[in-house]
Every structure is written in structure tokens, then in C-alpha cells.
Nanobody, 129 residues
Framework: QLRFVESGGGLVQPGGSLLLSCLAF????????IGWFRQAPGREREGVAC????????SYADSVKGRFTISRENAKNTVRLQTTRLKPEDTSAYYC??????????????????????WGQGTVVAVSA
């Protein structure tokens, strides 16, 4: 099973940007759809964005659409999330996980693949003035 190491988080002012990365370990990245998820203290985990195996199909939560961009570089075992125009409500720990599909069904970015269990440490984004 794939596992991920997330990085790139930090403290940023509202309106700022961060480039988050997750480095994949294990087999199967090339044919796996990948999602970014986030979880703030006291809140449930939520799906943010996903990208299919080829990188040609993406999907986003309404809360981040137009501000975040997901991309992947399979040759470097990396999936990225470019975040822009950050808001205080984006403050969360961000994680990568496999998803069952991306772009095929409404809301398919919302849940990780049921078989995925190897959650990483995440990377923390804090948006504050």
C-alpha cells in the first residue's frame, strides 16, 4: 500500500500562498488517484481536492475551488497542492491519501479509498494575521 510524507506547511498571513507536497512510497502511484484531505482540531476530516492517475482530471471542494490547484509528477513520486489566497478557515493539518476515483463521480474527492489506512504525519497550515 502507498504511504505518503507531507511537507510544505507553515504559518502564513491571510491572502498568502503555500505549496504543499506529498512524497509517495510504495508501489502503485502511477495508477492511483490521489486526494488531499485536511483536518482542523475538533473537526472532521474533509476532502479538499483529488487528481486521477494521469493527472488530466481533477476535482475540488467548493471551499477551495479557484484558490487551490492539485498536480502530480509521477516520475518524482510527488503530488502537490498549490494553495493561494489562503483564509483563516484553511488552517488545518493536510494529508494525502489514495481515493477510489477522481472526476468520475460527484464528490469523489470527499472520501479516501476505503482500503487506505497508512495516514502520514500531515503538514500543518496556519493562516493568521
Amino acid at each position: 500500500q502507498l504511504r505518503f510524507v507531507e511537507s510544505g506547511g507553515g504559518l502564513v498571513q491571510p491572502g498568502g500562498s503555500l505549496l504543499l507536497s506529498c512524497l509517495a512510497f510504495g508501489d502503485g502511484l502511477d495508477y492511483s488517484a490521489i486526494g488531499w484531505f485536511r483536518q482542523a482540531p475538533g473537526r472532521e476530516r474533509e476532502g479538499v481536492a483529488c487528481i486521477n492517475d494521469s493527472g488530466f482530471s481533477t476535482s475540488y471542494a467548493d471551499s477551495v475551488k479557484g484558490r487551490f490547484t492539485i498536480s502530480r509528477e509521477n516520475a518524482k513520486n510527488t503530488v502537490r497542492l498549490q494553495t493561494t489566497r489562503l483564509k483563516p478557515e484553511d488552517t488545518s493539518a493536510y494529508y494525502c491519501a489514495t481515493v477510489s476515483s477522481c472526476g468520475l463521480r460527484h464528490g469523489d474527492f470527499e472520501k479516501p479509498d476505503p482500503a487506505f489506512s497508512s495516514w502520514g504525519q500531515g503538514t500543518v497550515v496556519a493562516v493568521s494575521a
